[in-house]
């Protein structure tokens, strides 16, 4: 089956630094994504990560390595509105997304 | 530019009744997307469309069906709604299956 794990809640500190991981099993791999969903809202893309290594934009990077079946999203100097669900999805051998539960990050000031 | 919308942001359904859920993109993206989003689970598909014209099943599709007679339009039919349907619905287009997704702002279904 396919399967990807994230942690289901995290708590950080604002000006702080965090890490949300990301495993997967997938039927083939076409890429990684990370989308950001504020409560009651829709999901909107962060980064997209296809080969190993680090992708930097601004405070927020993305990691990946395919060997491990793992990647991370690292947010730096934390604010308030960073307060969301993130979302890894996996891009399959079909070119379809599979989605893992998403991780609440909670930052208190 | 209106990106993708979606129609009716929320309804309550009795359960047995048809209703049908409006996407639509102004972006020319070839590919559309049906999701159902449920607490404590990551967003499900339920069927796509990689171009006009045509249409797949994906992950959920059963009870639900898809027509994609345009590029721009991309309706989502429940035929005869049950409980279980429940759920948040959101539609989603890319430039083709290659690129990211971009999300609607969802509609809310309650079936009773």
């Known amino acids: 089956g396919q399967n990807i794990d994230q942690p289901t809640e995290m708590t950080a500190t604002e000006g702080a630094i965090v890490q949300i991981n990301c495993t997967y099993q997938t039927s083939g791999f076409n890429g990684l994504f990370w989308y950001q969903q504020h409560a009651g809202e829709a999901p909107t893309f962060l980064s997209y990560n296809v080969l190993d290594g680090l992708e930097e934009k601004g405070r927020f990077s993305s990691f990946l390595s395919r060997s491990k079946g793992y990647s991370y999203l690292l947010l730096k100097e934390l604010q308030m509105k960073d307060s969301a669900s993130y979302l890894c999805?996996?891009?399959?051998?079909?070119?379809?997304?599979?989605w893992g539960a998403g991780t609440k990050l909670i930052i208190k000031p | 530019t209106a990106g993708i919308t979606q129609a009716p942001t929320s309804q309550i359904l009795a359960a047995g009744r048809s209703m049908t859920l409006r996407c639509t993109q102004d972006m020319r993206h070839n590919a559309m997307y049906w999701y159902r989003q449920d607490l404590g689970l990551g967003l499900r598909l339920i069927h796509y469309s990689n171009t006009a014209g045509t249409t797949g099943k994906g992950e959920v599709p059963d009870g639900y069906s898809v027509s994609r007679a345009n590029t721009d339009d991309f309706p989502l039919t429940l035929a005869s709604a049950v409980p279980s349907q429940t759920s948040v619905y959101f539609c989603a287009s890319s430039e083709s299956s290659y690129n990211e997704q971009f999300f609607g702002p969802g509609t809310r279904l309650t079936v009773l």
């Open positions: 999805a996996v891009r399959d051998s079909n070119y379809q997304l599979i």
